[in-house]
């Protein structure tokens, strides 16, 4: 499974942005995908996941009724919403399938690249 993710970019505080992750290969063998982020000199966090099967979103606090997740299963593309940014959102997002064990941990089969989210204040 290949993951190419998309849609980072610098946008003000308050503003929204939404970043994409495109699924390739063996792409029947995920079942959950999630979003982490990684901000500089910090370890990489949860940010959200989805079951792809069910539609099941799950979020860490932060972006609670902020960000949302969903999926386009034909398009076996997974997007993240992120509306009312915040400086501390700055980040680089990473895109994650499959994951070992529980889908908040850092322990998946397959990652994207990364795309940097930059929130000016």
């Known amino acids: 499974v290949q993951l190419q993710a998309s849609g980072g970019g610098l946008v003000q505080a308050g503003g929204s942005l939404r970043v994409s992750c495109a699924a390739s290969?063996?792409?029947?063998?995920?079942?959950?995908m999630g979003w982490f982020r990684q901000a500089p000199g910090k370890e990489r966090e949860f940010v959200a996941a989805?079951?792809?099967?069910?539609?099941?979103?799950y979020y860490a606090d932060s972006g609670k009724g902020r960000f949302t997740i969903s999926r386009d299963n034909a398009k076996n593309t997974v997007y993240l919403q992120m509306n009312s940014l915040k400086p501390e959102d700055t980040a680089v997002y990473y895109c994650?399938?499959?994951?070992?064990?529980?889908?908040?941990?850092?322990?998946?089969?397959?990652w994207g690249q990364g795309t940097l989210v930059t929130v000016s204040s």
């Open positions: 994650a399938a499959d994951p070992v064990g529980n889908f908040y941990s850092s322990v998946y089969r397959y």
């Open positions: 290969g063996r792409t029947f063998r995920t079942n959950v």
């Open positions: 989805i079951s792809l099967n069910y539609g099941s979103t």
